[in-house]
Antibody
Framework: QVQLQQSGPGLVKPSQTLSLTCAISGDSVSSNSAAWNWIRQSPSRGLEWLGR?????????DYAVSVESRITISPDTSRNQFSLHLNSVTPEDTAVYYC???????????WGQGTPVTVSS | DIQLTQSPSSLSASVGDRVTITCRAS??????LNWYQQKPGRAPKLLIYAASSLQSGVPSRFSGSGSGTDFTLTINSLQPEDFATYYCQQSYGTPTFGQGTKVEIK
């Protein structure tokens, strides 16, 4: 059974970096058939895919155009987890952030529990 | 980005009803369309992938159809636990989601 456990702060100051981690159990971040995603949800923007990382002989990264200048997703094979870093945050980045897995391009089948993040001074 | 438009935005239905939700893509996405159910305070749950494949463990009253730009999620014999918000999502290009359809109790 795959489980994704999210951790990270719920409050970030404007202009700082939002950092969240998603710990994986029951699968491997280095899997050759999975992709590891970050998605956020807010009342104003709905569900918004932010980016993903996946391993296919080498590490690959895809990011949403809306955040690509500010986002980094990093796999950590030693801890079997992956992280989201979103810099220069503004109140518009306030949302619930989720990590999720895609297996063999068949939909986001496992999700983390969600982390509400507020950007405020 | 590929835009997904769901209709209706909300609907009221009774237990036992058949419910249909549609999702239209701004360009062809072949069958790269997934459906999710979300309840308040919970993460979305995958129901249907690749337009018509039922995710393991999902009741058979849920079904999906369509290809190209027009897709449908059908719930046969609506159950009390089905009152929730439903989203479509495309994986043909950069992933995007529909705006959601809230299914409420009549």
């Amino acid at each position: 059974q795959v489980q994704l456990q999210q951790s990270g702060p719920g409050l970030v100051k404007p202009s700082q970096t939002l950092s969240l981690t998603c710990a994986i159990s029951g699968d491997s971040v280095s899997s050759n058939s999975a992709a590891w995603n970050w998605i956020r949800q807010s009342p104003s923007r709905g569900l918004e895919w932010l980016g993903r990382t996946y391993y296919r002989s080498e590490w690959n990264y895809d990011y949403a155009v809306s955040v690509e200048s500010r986002i980094t997703i990093s796999p950590d094979t030693s801890r079997n987890q992956f992280s989201l870093h979103l810099n220069s945050v503004t109140p518009e980045d306030t949302a619930v952030y989720y990590c999720a897995r895609v297996l063999a391009a068949a939909g986001l089948d496992y999700w983390g529990q969600g982390t509400p993040v507020t950007v405020s001074s | 980005d590929i835009q997904l438009t769901q209709s209706p935005s909300s609907l009221s239905a009774s237990v036992g009803d058949r419910v249909t939700i549609t999702c239209r893509a701004s360009q062809t996405i072949r069958t790269y369309l997934n459906w999710y159910q979300q309840k308040p305070g919970r993460a979305p749950k995958l129901l249907i992938y690749a337009a018509s494949s039922l995710q393991s463990g999902v009741p058979s009253r849920f079904s999906g159809s369509g290809s190209g730009t027009d897709f449908t999620l059908t719930i046969n014999s609506l159950q009390p636990e089905d009152f929730a918000t439903y989203y479509c999502q495309q994986s043909y290009g950069t992933p995007t989601f529909g705006q959601g359809t809230k299914v409420e109790i009549k």
